[in-house]
């Protein structure tokens, strides 16, 4: 998970102090922004447990020193904001050119759900088909002040960062096997290969800094490193809402596990297995989870067939949907505001324990 630091007028700052307050804690590559992982976890209990550990260790330490962690997929209005010095980013950033920019400005959570033996194919094709659901935990909808999408860090991300580089940053068709993945993964790479060396970029320096599975930023991957299927497309978000969403993915997988996968038909989980409809379709939701999110009507009726309970969820994007230009006056009252929120979800959490 991924989250900015704000200092106690809510303006980005650096997160120096931070990093050793917890294992499992990261610089991103971007100033402000910091990363909290956990280990592989056996079950939710689990997950949830760590979880809120490491972030409640860094939120302790953040504390003392002044600061705070703000859950919003962007920073709302914050100007400019500054990497950290990386030859991994300075090639992205000559690959890319000047759309990079939105990247900097996009926080995400990513969850791994370990590979299932001889279904790995089904469970990529799975996690395409649920790929809307990343509008269960929607977080932001201003960039720059200016509103954007219900998903502003997936239009930034996908349409606008990557739009020179579609294959990159937007989500995959479903796949054959995973042969015919991997295939698709090394046309990327040579694409990314070609484009880099063309921005002046030199051989050594790329192979010094990618992989094939390294140089892409596809929604749903296949992490043969880590042997998991990796599923990123959502905004960073509250840990409770977080563990949520990991628990529905892993049923689904778990249930994907006893039965099986069938693409076109009525989509939904059934007794016998699971229904996934034509690619096309699923872009047509996923570009209502970027433009509308959960108050698509559609969107949540294709969820809730998926398996999720579109109810137990409050993205905070909707309670932030104002259409007016937000100040970065406001911006900073309302990343205080969030990273208030934080704290309180870890105090809840405790208290429910």
């Not at 703000?70 to 980013?89: H, I, K, M, Q």
């Not at 990159?168 to 090394?186: H, I, N, S």
């Not at 040579?190 to 892409?216: K, S």
Request: hydrophobic letters at 35%; aromatic letters at 6%.
């Amino acid at each position: 998970m991924e989250y900015w630091v704000v200092d106690e007028e809510g303006r980005l700052t650096e997160p120096e102090g931070l990093v050793d307050a917890s294992p499992g804690v990261e610089r991103e590559f971007v100033e402000p922004l910091l990363e909290v992982k956990t280990t592989p976890c056996e079950t939710t209990t689990q997950l949830r447990a760590e979880l809120f550990e490491r972030v409640g260790r860094v939120l302790e330490r953040a504390g003392a020193l002044g600061k705070g962690l703000v859950p919003l997929a962007t920073p709302l209005n914050a100007g400019a904001v500054r990497d950290l010095p990386s030859e991994r980013t300075r090639v992205q950033e000559q690959v890319v050119g000047d759309d990079f920019e939105y990247v900097r400005h996009c926080a995400g959570t990513h969850i791994h759900v370990e590979q299932l033996p001889g279904r790995v194919t089904d469970q990529i094709n799975a996690l395409i088909a649920l790929d809307p659901a990343f509008a269960l935990v929607n977080s932001a909808p201003h960039f720059e002040g200016e509103y954007l999408a219900a998903g502003a860090r997936s239009e930034l991300y996908r349409r606008m960062a990557y739009d020179d580089v579609s294959h990159q940053g937007r989500l995959w068709r479903y796949a054959t096997d995973t042969d015919e993945w991997t295939r698709r993964l090394e046309r990327r790479y040579e694409e990314f290969l070609t484009a880099a060396l063309e921005a002046g970029v030199d051989r050594r320096t790329i192979a010094a800094n990618f992989t094939p599975e390294t140089a892409v930023w596809t929604p749903v991957q296949l992490r043969e490193t880590f042997g998991t299927v990796e599923y990123r497309s959502p905004d960073t978000t509250l840990p409770s809402r977080a563990v949520q969403l990991a628990d529905d993915l892993a049923g689904v997988v778990e249930h994907l596990a006893r039965t099986g996968l069938q693409v076109g038909g009525t989509p939904g989980l059934t007794e016998d297995g699971m229904v996934v409809p034509e690619f096309e379709t699923v872009l047509g939701h996923v570009e209502t989870a970027i433009e509308d999110g959960l108050e698509s009507g559609s969107l949540r009726a294709y969820l809730d067939r998926m398996g999720f309970d579109t109810d137990a969820y409050a993205p905070a994007t909707h309670s932030l949907d104002s259409r007016e230009k937000v100040t970065r006056t406001a911006a900073r009252d309302l990343r205080l505001d969030h990273a208030a929120r934080l704290e309180r979800d870890l105090q809840q959490v405790a208290v429910g324990d």
